[in-house]
């Protein structure tokens, strides 16, 4: 970890001006530059979830993660900031957390695609990838201090792609069990 944090770039706050919105159901509808999402922290957990405008539903396995993480976030919003960040209008987000029951994230649309773009999350043929990223504030720095994503390129025969480390608890459980994740079952949207 060490090494990622001394090799991480910094990046001005505002370096490529505005390109994230809050959205009118985060009670703003201005843009904001990434370092103004940290609020009173020095850290910022992001996660970004495939649910770009193209997706009729979001991704199933995108969706299994943030309901674990719905379940710490008021927890984890008290040491670091967390927001979810999607592709997709944060009304839209917002409905989908609402049938879910979700209460604890905070949702944030990209403007444009360079946030995506930027982190490789965005392929040339407009699919999605997950990824999860930690920002590391000090004074008006901003630097990555973790990022993770999942490429398809990263999945085993058969299999989704796998985080290092995998931060989604259903994957965590199965794997330890004697059957694993198995070949003919996959996560829903509803059951």
């Known amino acids: 970890m060490l090494k990622t944090q001394t090799q991480s770039p910094a990046y001005p706050p505002d370096a490529r001006g505005s390109f994230l919105s809050l959205g009118k159901s985060e009670r703003t509808d201005d843009e904001v530059g990434l370092a103004d999402m940290f609020g009173h922290h020095d850290t910022l957990v992001t996660y970004f979830w495939m649910f770009g405008p193209q997706r009729e539903r979001p991704c199933p396995m995108c969706t299994n993660f943030l309901g674990g993480a719905n379940g710490n976030g008021a927890d984890v919003k008290q040491r670091v900031a967390f927001k979810i960040i999607g592709r997709s209008p944060v009304a839209r987000q917002r409905a989908f957390a609402i049938e879910r029951g979700w209460r604890d994230l905070d949702f944030v649309q990209t403007v444009g695609d360079d946030y995506a773009r930027d982190l ?20 008006k720095d901003v630097r990555v201090f973790y990022n993770g994503e999942m490429p398809t390129a990263a999945a085993d025969p058969g299999q989704d792609p796998r985080g290092a480390v995998d931060i989604a608890p259903l994957w965590n459980i199965l794997d330890m069990t004697p059957a694993g994740r198995g070949a003919d079952w996959y996560p829903k949207l509803s059951y």
Do not use: A, I, R, W
Not at 120 to 139: A, C, H, I, R, W
């Open 120 to 139: 490789g999350l965005l392929n040339d043929n407009g699919s999605e990838n997950p990824g999860f990223t930690v920002y590391q504030k000090d004074g």
